[in-house]
């Protein structure tokens, strides 16, 4: 695989940058997906990321004695420090409040309320360290009538609008495939960060910054609500693989001998172009299809016409005719196919690694590049509790003796 050059600038490697977050200390109490996905974002922005996890490991590790369920866990925990502290112990919440003292992010997404029942709400660890910036990720926030709800993707999901607009207007509503408010929840988590610590910068202040799950996907159904609005409150109609605001066509999944291809027309030169390419010139003065209206409002014949051309190419052989033509068009692809991505390989933000649990698997290493800083490697995530001695002794100072007392006492 080629290497990604950083230095498109032409820069020797000793004037490269370093990189962006170098220097700033995270200490992540993240869990599952949407705490862990924003401190990965940091760790490859150049933090230095200590994960915080109960004796025997946060809930994500427990998957893994299912199938392949502890590569997420692997994905999202590269370039980390990895260790246990039981905060249930009093000796265990000290060792955090030292860790906190110099620390300049403290992030977590519990259910609201338990880091205060722990003793370490906003409160109380701004006082240790007034530069701190603490971050909250939640379901639905840390008030409002809903927040002590329980949230997980799915229920997340069906909540926020998403699982309504997914599916097909014939039959019930189902969940979008990847993680989508989990996700979306970290990468907001990530933002909120990156602002309170460019504020600090200003003010040299910290501050609290939270995100919900909820809110963060919210803007996400905009084509939804356009229709929603658009028919003057009427709750829309699941579009399937249509356009969720019903305001593009043709803009479907069509067949094609071996597989499927995404296609879609968002100016008249596309539609014209994708005439051409059917030898269908004819339908430019079709009245049903005279503009974009009449295309949406004839949608199934326009579909019915398109997927009977598209059912004579193979896959590939359609989405290069397409390219060729500059018509917006993608092959609906496999795993395997997006895991062995070649664009993505070469950029480096995939990457083949030797896991030490895993084996051969292939990692995100963040879609974050900086051109001109150093490139960080990729490093595996590790057992839990594998830098105990790293982080309690060599960072915090613990003392070989008072290490071994906190040890037997059950404080990690």
Known sequence: MQEFAFAQDGLPQEALMKRPLEGVLVIDLGQIYNGPYATFLMAMAGARVIKVEPPGGEKMRRRGSVGGAMLPFAMLNSNKEFVTLNLKSPEGVALLK?????????????APGTMDRLGLGYDVVRKLNPRLVYASGTGYGSYGPNRNLLAMDLTIQAMSGVMASTGFPDRPPVKAGPALCDFFGGIHLYGAVMTALFRRE???????????????????????LGLYYGSGGQNPPRTGNRHGGMAEAPYNVYTCSDGYVALLCVSDKHWESLLEAMERTDLLSDPRFAGLQARVDNIDDLDRIIDTWTRQFTRDALFDLLTARRIPAAPVREIDEVVNDAHMHERGTLRRIEHPDLGNVVLPAGPMIFPGSERTELSPSKAAGADNHLVYSDWLGLSAEEFARLQAGGAF
């Not at 200003?202 to 939804?224: A, C, D, I, K, Q």
């Open 98 to 110: 030292q860790m906190i003292a110099q620390a300049d992010v403290l992030l977590e997404n519990f």
């Open 202 to 224: 200003r003010t040299g202040e910290g501050s609290l910054v939270e995100v919900s799950m909820l809110e963060s996907v919210y803007p996400s159904l905009s084509s939804t």
